[in-house]
């Protein structure tokens, strides 16, 4: 079992930048694939990113080029780096684990 926390989120310009981070209440150094999800209003919650425990990376196609997925192992952290941030970002980010998720951070990119 592991909790999620995440962090990050807020209300951002389009063309900014966050950075998202997710907290892990045990060691993640075994888990081998970390991943953030995001779901927007009246959408599906779809996968944006996935880091394995090597530091092999996924992206979804809509955030290639402008987000980074990483891993601290020894802090027990996962980030998201989200730059060039456009309207259509705008969703709760959730980050997972296993079938656990966090509670959800939101951003919201508008001017």
């Known amino acids: 079992q592991v909790q999620l926390v995440e962090s990050g989120g807020g209300l951002v310009q389009p063309g900014g930048s966050l950075r998202l981070s997710c907290a892990a209440s045990?060691?993640?150094?075994?888990?081998?694939?970390m991943a953030w999800y995001r779901q927007a209003p009246g959408k599906q919650r779809e996968l944006v990113a996935v880091?394995?425990?090597?530091?092999?990376?996924n992206y979804a196609d809509s955030v290639k080029g402008r987000f980074t997925i990483s891993r601290d192992n020894a802090r027990n952290m996962v980030y998201l780096q989200m730059n060039s941030l456009k309207s259509e970002d705008t969703a709760v980010y959730y980050c997972?684990?296993?079938?656990?998720w966090g509670q959800g951070t939101q951003v919201t990119v508008s001017s």
């Open positions: 997972k684990a296993f079938n656990y």
């Open positions: 880091i394995t425990r090597v530091g092999n990376t």
């Open positions: 045990r060691s993640i150094f075994s888990i081998n694939d």
